[in-house]
Nanobody, 126 residues
């Protein structure tokens, strides 16, 4: 079992920055893909970014490319999401996710991920 706890959300003005953190426990952190998703009010949960196990390859939604950076620190069992040049449309609850031992499917899709955090609110004011 994996437990994920997000932190770092808050209220920021457009153009500002935030760094989200997700602390993982319960399994070998370095063995699974980590991702961030977000869900705005009235909308479906959507992929934001992911980082792989080997080579630490990164993947981003088009809407956040060049503004957001995902990274991981295996020594600290933590994954980060650095968010720069924030826009009001980035307002959402941000969720950390980890895939499972037998993960399959697209790295961009929700069904791949077995473990989810409780979410952290990010609000960007105009």
């Amino acid at each position: 079992q994996v437990q994920l706890v997000e932190s770092g959300g808050g209220l920021v003005q457009a153009g500002g920055s935030l760094r989200l953190s997700c602390a993982a426990s319960g399994r070998t952190f370095s063995s699974y893909v980590m991702a961030w998703f977000r869900q705005a009010p009235g909308k479906e949960r959507e992929f934001v970014a992911a980082i792989s196990v080997r080579l630490w390859s990164t993947y981003y939604a088009d809407s956040v490319k060049a503004r957001f950076t995902i990274s991981r620190d295996n020594a600290k069992n933590t994954v980060y999401l650095q968010m720069n040049s924030l826009k009001p449309e980035d307002t959402a609850v941000y969720y950390c996710a980890a895939d499972g031992e037998y993960a399959s499917g697209s790295i961009y899709s929700i069904p791949r991920y077995d473990y989810w955090g409780q979410g952290t609110q990010v609000t960007v004011s105009s």
